[in-house]
């Protein structure tokens, strides 16, 4: 990716009102908070103090042609006027390039994250809230919405699922968002789901439950086993599924409900050994190995916010602004797209904080990672 085809990225990204760029053009101004976001730079008043820096204007002039650097207040007044939802449009589709034709292996996780800071800010009605679809395997985050509150994800992950391009992958949600408006929207979409079924439904559960548990039932379903030791620990999963699911009264009611399943698993120390078991319905005939595979790439979606505030201090970050907040979210997530796809393509073992640093060291750093991408 070079100087033209970042800011192409961003070409269309539409104004909250009329913005001629006489003066600051809203692409380099984006591509300079992307940049300051690949060296791990924390918030807008690190990144402006970054590119006000002799030597990097130096770099951005000569490698991005960008000959001014806005003020501080004026950066913040250009990430206010960009309208998140046609930000999040122009990233998508930056992905949606990046993706194979066929994607029937494809684990798409949807999860939402609170951002914390917004929780007492007197700005914000409520709580900010931003839900992520992440594409598992290949690292990339697919697209986000923001909402107010975590009450108001369930009908913004339905919208979200409408917006994407899902055919032929497997989304997988948690309990919260396993509604049937949901797999509606999924299916729809040419997709298929894998939700994790709890309390909120519990007499579907409490069937599954009877039915999986029931040893010989068991002989029955197909079983797959998968174990790991990590230092004193020992982690054994065991997957269950079967495609008998004429008997389930609830059949009807889920779209193209085919299969149901469970995982079980077993935490073994010296000291104790504990266990849990998840069940799960879904539209597409798993098998064990599968549902194992694809259920474990929930957890994506929870790295990618876990990444957002162990290198950025999200949750600490107190933008009053909720289009500015959501816009520098975007925008990180974006960053965090370039690093993966980086340590993909040449196979680096660098963690992502040292890989960030590198960055902020040396520019050379930046410039090889765009050109990866």
């Keep these: 990716m070079n100087r033209e085809e970042l800011l192409e990225i961003f070409k269309e990204v539409e104004t909250e009102q009329e913005y001629n760029g006489y003066y600051y053009s809203i692409s380099e101004a984006i591509s300079i908070v992307v940049l300051g976001s690949l060296c791990g730079l924390k918030n807008v008043s690190q990144i402006h103090q970054w590119a006000e820096s ?5 770099f951005l002039k000569e490698k991005f042609a960008i000959e001014r650097i806005p003020c501080y207040y004026w950066l913040l007044s250009l990430l206010k006027i960009v309208k998140p939802a046609s930000l999040n449009r122009c990233l998508n589709r930056w992905v949606s390039s990046m993706l194979p034709e066929k994607r029937d292996g494809l684990t798409v996780a949807i999860d939402g994250k609170t951002i914390r800071s917004t929780e007492t800010m007197k700005s914000y009605e409520q709580p900010l809230h931003i839900v992520t679809a992440q594409l598992s395997e290949l690292g ?9 509150g975590k009450s108001n994800e369930i009908p913004t992950v339905q919208e979200l699922l409408e917006e994407l391009d899902i055919s032929g992958c497997l ?8 509604q049937k ?7 729809k979409g040419k997709g298929d789901y894998l939700l994790s079924v709890k309390g909120n439904h519990s007499t579907l559960m409490g069937d599954i439950q009877d039915y999986i548990q029931d040893e010989q039932l068991q002989n029955n379903m197909e079983i797959y086993q998968h174990q790991e030791k990590n230092r004193e620990r020992i982690e054994t999963r065991t997957a269950y599924v079967t495609t008998d699911v004429t008997w389930l009264p609830q059949k009807n009611e889920w779209n193209s409900l085919v299969s149901i399943g469970a995982i079980h698993t077993q935490f073994q120390t010296d000291e104790k050994k504990t266990s849990e078991w998840h069940y799960y319905i879904s539209s597409r005939p798993l098998t064990a190995r599968e549902l194992l595979h694809h259920a474990r790439m929930e957890w994506a979606v929870e790295s990618i916010h876990w990444l957002l505030d162990v290198h950025y201090g999200e949750d600490y970050l107190r933008v009053v602004n909720p289009t500015i907040q959501e816009n520098i979210n975007h925008l990180r997530k974006f960053a965090l797209n370039l690093l993966k796809q980086f340590k993909k393509n040449t196979a680096s073992k660098r963690p992502l904080s040292k890989l960030m640093f590198d960055c902020l060291l040396d520019f050379n750093v930046i410039f090889r990672i765009l050109l990866q991408n």
């Design 54 to 58: 002799e030597k990097t204007r130096e």
């Design 181 to 187: 408006a949901t797999a509606k929207a999924i299916v």
């Design 140 to 148: 990339l985050t697919f697209s986000s919405k923001s909402v107010s």
């Design 171 to 178: 989304v997988v949600a948690d309990a919260l968002n396993c």
